[in-house]
């Protein structure tokens, strides 16, 4: 139910102006006891021909009070205090009611979106860096997904390019087979990096390097097979990662699906006349729009990421035919992208707008001390070992009888971890530092499921005797922890629309907090029996939101912690 409007409607019965424009006018007072909403009348003093307050004193009389507590005039505002009772009960029993569908209004119905997302490099390990892209397309792919859109979860694999050339190479050379079942990765990483120092004493190895490249593109029968294990092995290596955070993807094409259908789209830029030569090489010129040009084809006639991008978006608008397609990657790469969206704009595409960079910023490791193994790789699943570690510690101090305490260290340590990267504005740069990750009274994953706990416990211990009855639930703290609770869609709305997740995990937060007042101010267990079963329906309406929220992160939730 909208509030807002229940009261514009009122003032609009009153006045005999338009709702709509009323609504558009209204306010949400500084103060709680200055209302819910509050209307300025001095907006309608031309029109009525008559002083601000005096046209606030007569509609306080002349409107409605059904649904309401009072309505007040003040000066030249006209303040609406609604009938706390009946909102709670209200909103309780729509929450109760939706169950685990609450907060979705199926705004997407009938609309698709991509989300391409985490798109790690193939042959190299999966480092903490990917986990920023992994967690914010994730918790975009599940907002829109729970709002009913046709999501696409795409992960946009690096399998293509001259270091894959390198790699066979390397691999001739000095590659270890049984090193390479055993760890595949580490292998991999450490004739890449023998690579590297080898050439740095002998440039002639990049030539090899290209050459092998060469012969990947044009099928030969060596390279392909070899670059096959390698993806193959890479792909198992991701999956463990995936499945430790629960992240599946609908569509796993890297960037070498696309060399099939990159010859028709140069083809097709060169028809529209955009290609230019520059230096040997074939370019879009961009200086009209303050952009450097857009490499299409290499001087030595090879493609390049760009060219594999331009390709990948109109593959994707052919076969998915999306309302919009969002590229989660880091902002150093956002000249790219507005190269690639101007390129697939000019070659006539008017849905190029529907092209979305969502970028982020960087993030520090702080106070840690992690074996960097080789290439100085900082591993995601030492990252992710460390936090559970960390949660087991504080479970073993805190609580040492509990029952499932490997479970809940494993939900506590790896929600913890994307809680940071979610709960930040995404162009922000992030301190991250585990003692703050795991800090149970901060901003934070754990404090959240805390909360979702201590609500739980307060259920198992008072149990209910009937219905009870909810509009008794009038108390200042019951009043405001219903009116967070009923913001939920809001949050998630604004969410989207901003591609920034982190508004609705702050809304979470949020809840908790708002929660955790509720809780120590009001005595649940020692209220008469039937306040005290409404109030135990508010708290199994708020572990319902914070359970649906926080699963919306991608992040669980323990009954006892
Ligand atoms: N694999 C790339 C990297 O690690 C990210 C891919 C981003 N997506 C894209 N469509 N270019 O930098």
Redesign the pocket.
């Known amino acids: 139910m909208d509030y807002k409007l229940m009261v514009a409607n009122k003032i609009a019965q009153a006045s005999g102006l338009d709702a709509d424009k009323i609504y558009a006018l209204m306010e949400i007072p500084p103060r709680s006891d200055m209302g819910d909403f509050a209307f300025p009348c001095y907006t309608l003093a031309k029109e009525l021909r008559k002083a601000p307050p005096v046209i606030a004193k007569e509609l306080a009389d002349q409107v409605d009070p059904a649904g309401l507590e009072k309505v007040e005039a003040l000066g030249p505002y006209l303040n609406f205090f609604l009938d706390k009772g009946e909102f709670v009960g209200n909103i309780v029993k729509k929450i109760l009611e939706s169950g685990v569908e609450y907060g979705n209004e199926n705004t997407g119905t009938g609309k698709k979106i991509l989300v391409?997302y985490s798109?790690?490099?193939i042959a190299k390990p999966f480092n903490v860096a990917?986990m920023y892209?992994t967690c914010l397309g994730n918790a975009l792919y599940r907002m829109y997904q729970s709002e009913g859109y046709d999501t696409v979860g795409i992960n946009?694999?690096?399998d293509y390019g001259t270091q894959f050339g390198k790699l066979i190479y390397a691999y001739r050379m000095w590659g270890d087979e049984a090193a390479l079942e055993a760890d595949p990765i580490g292998e991999l990483l450490r004739i890449y990096v023998k690579f590297h120092d080898e050439a740095e004493k002998n440039p002639a190895l990049d030539e090899e390097g290209r050459r092998h490249f060469k012969n990947l593109e044009a099928g030969a029968e060596y390279e392909t097979g070899l670059w096959n294990r390698f993806k193959n092995l890479s792909l198992k290596d991701f999956q463990k990662v995936y499945d430790i955070l629960n992240i599946e993807f609908d569509s796993l094409k890297g960037?070498a699906f696309y060399s099939d259908y990159m010859p028709q789209v140069i083809d097709q830029i060169r028809a529209k006349g955009l290609l230019t030569e520059s230096q040997g090489a074939q370019v879009v010129m961009l200086d009209e729009w303050n952009m450097p040009p857009a490499i299409i084809l290499k001087s030595d006639g090879s493609t390049i990421?760009c060219t594999?991008?331009v390709t990948?978006a109109i593959y994707r608008k052919q076969t998915y035919d999306f309302d919009k397609c969002l590229?989660v990657?880091?902002s150093p790469?956002s000249l790219?992208?507005r190269q690639?969206f101007k390129v697939v704009e000019l070659m006539g595409n008017e849905w190029a707008k529907d092209l979305i960079h969502v970028g982020f910023g960087l993030v520090k490791f702080q106070g840690m001390k992690f074996s960097t193994r080789e290439g100085k790789v900082f591993y995601l699943t030492d990252l992710l070992k460390e936090a559970i570690q960390r949660a087991r510690d504080i479970i073993e101090e805190k609580n040492p009888e509990l029952e499932n305490k490997e479970e809940v260290a494993r939900k506590i340590g790896i929600g913890g971890v994307k809680f940071i990267y979610l709960k930040n504005s995404r162009e922000k740069e992030i301190m991250f530092d585990l003692n703050e990750v795991l800090n149970f009274d901060g901003e934070t994953a754990p404090y959240v499921q805390y909360t979702y706990a201590r609500g739980r416990s307060i259920l198992r211990k008072n149990v209910s005797t009937g219905e009870g009855d909810l509009t008794a639930l009038k108390e200042k703290e019951e009043f405001e922890l219903a009116k967070v609770l009923e913001h939920y869609n809001d949050a998630k709305r604004e969410a989207l629309e901003k591609y920034e997740p982190s508004v609705f995990t702050r809304y979470i937060l949020d809840v908790a907090k708002t929660f955790n007042k509720f809780y120590n101010n009001i005595n649940i267990g020692n209220s008469e029996p039937s306040l005290r079963n409404a109030r135990l329906k508010l708290v199994e309406a708020t572990c319902q939101v914070i359970a649906n929220g926080l699963g919306l992160l991608g992040i669980d939730v323990v009954e006892r912690m």
């Open positions: 391409e798109s790690p490099n990917l892209t946009h694999l690096g960037e990421y594999r991008d990948a590229y990657v880091g790469q790219h992208f690639v």
